[in-house]
């Protein structure tokens, strides 16, 4: 799942012949592809309880979505492929026994956002369900309009007795949900620039389910991040080979967290993502 996934939008365009993949004009049309992306307008809903138009005018979006957008310059994680923000940090959690990755974190000034996808039922969706059970298990928390739809604020105490305060939303998409929990001034300060810029990065990212079959609320499996340049030379080489791509996962870098471990799951800085080119290397 995921890896060659990208570049599904440009199947409406006609198709070019294979050409050898060069670093330095991969770097440069990444770098267009980002100042392009930078700078086009998401248009996120107004406050409310409900999500409207997603898949349509907004996202997140799915990889099947008519309108999704083209996504070959995102950094594919597996379940999910991430949009570019200039001057952001990429933590991925993985699981302590196996360092299966389980989701990740994007930091963005003094503000944070972690992000997870998980398995819904083809008939309905996951997230009044999650919502209901988390106002159940905290007493703290409490519902509010947002962008996404309605949201939960729910206060949460660290080591030291320091209270930290989360804004958690969910999106419904088809056969997932995508949850994002919120903190520091992008879950308290709705006007602060850290805010609309995670709630814009949050709304651009696409899902991918995959077939796996799942039961509700598995979270959908991942792999350590791969950039949009080895995506690229990896399926290029395969289509010189004439094969489908599978025989150059062992091109692809394993990038699996590595200690030091905590309770049952560990997390790491990974990457900086910053532009030229963009995502091209994890350090």
Avoid: C
Wanted: charged content about 30%; glycine content about 8%; hydrophobic content about 35%.
């Amino acid at each position: 799942m995921g890896l060659f996934g990208f570049g599904k939008k440009k199947d409406k365009k006609e198709a070019k012949p294979a050409e050898t993949v060069d670093e330095d004009k991969v770097a440069a049309e990444a770098a267009n592809a980002a100042a392009k992306a930078e700078s086009a307008e998401t248009v996120l809903a107004e406050p409310s309880n409900e999500y409207e138009g997603r898949g349509e005018e907004r996202g997140p979006w799915d990889v099947n979505d008519e309108d999704v957008p083209d996504y070959d310059d995102y950094l594919d994680l597996g379940a999910y492929y991430l949009p570019f923000l200039q001057g952001i940090e990429l933590r991925i959690k993985a699981s302590r026994a196996t360092q299966q990755v389980l989701g990740s974190t994007i930091t963005y000034g003094a503000s944070s956002l972690e992000i997870e996808a998980f398995a819904a039922p083809k008939t309905m969706g996951l997230w009044d369900d999650v919502r209901a059970d988390l106002l159940e298990a905290n007493k703290n928390a409490s519902e509010t309009e947002g962008v996404f739809g309605t949201e939960l604020k729910l206060p949460v105490n660290v080591k030291g007795g320091k209270t930290v305060n989360t804004r958690i939303v969910g999106v419904d998409g088809p056969r997932w949900m995508l949850r994002g929990i919120f903190s520091g001034k992008a879950a308290v300060d709705p006007d602060s620039p850290e805010t609309r810029a995670l709630n814009k990065f949050f709304a651009d990212i696409v899902v991918e389910r995959g077939e796996e079959p799942l039961a509700p609320r598995d979270l959908i499996p991942m792999h350590p991040p791969v950039a949009p340049a080895e995506r690229k030379a990896a399926k290029a080489a395969a289509e010189a080979e004439g094969q489908d791509g599978k025989e150059h996962f062992k091109d692809i870098p394993d990038n699996k967290p590595k200690g030091p471990l905590s309770q049952d799951q560990t997390t790491e800085v990974k990457t900086t993502l910053a532009r030229g080119p963009m995502f091209s290397e994890v350090r």
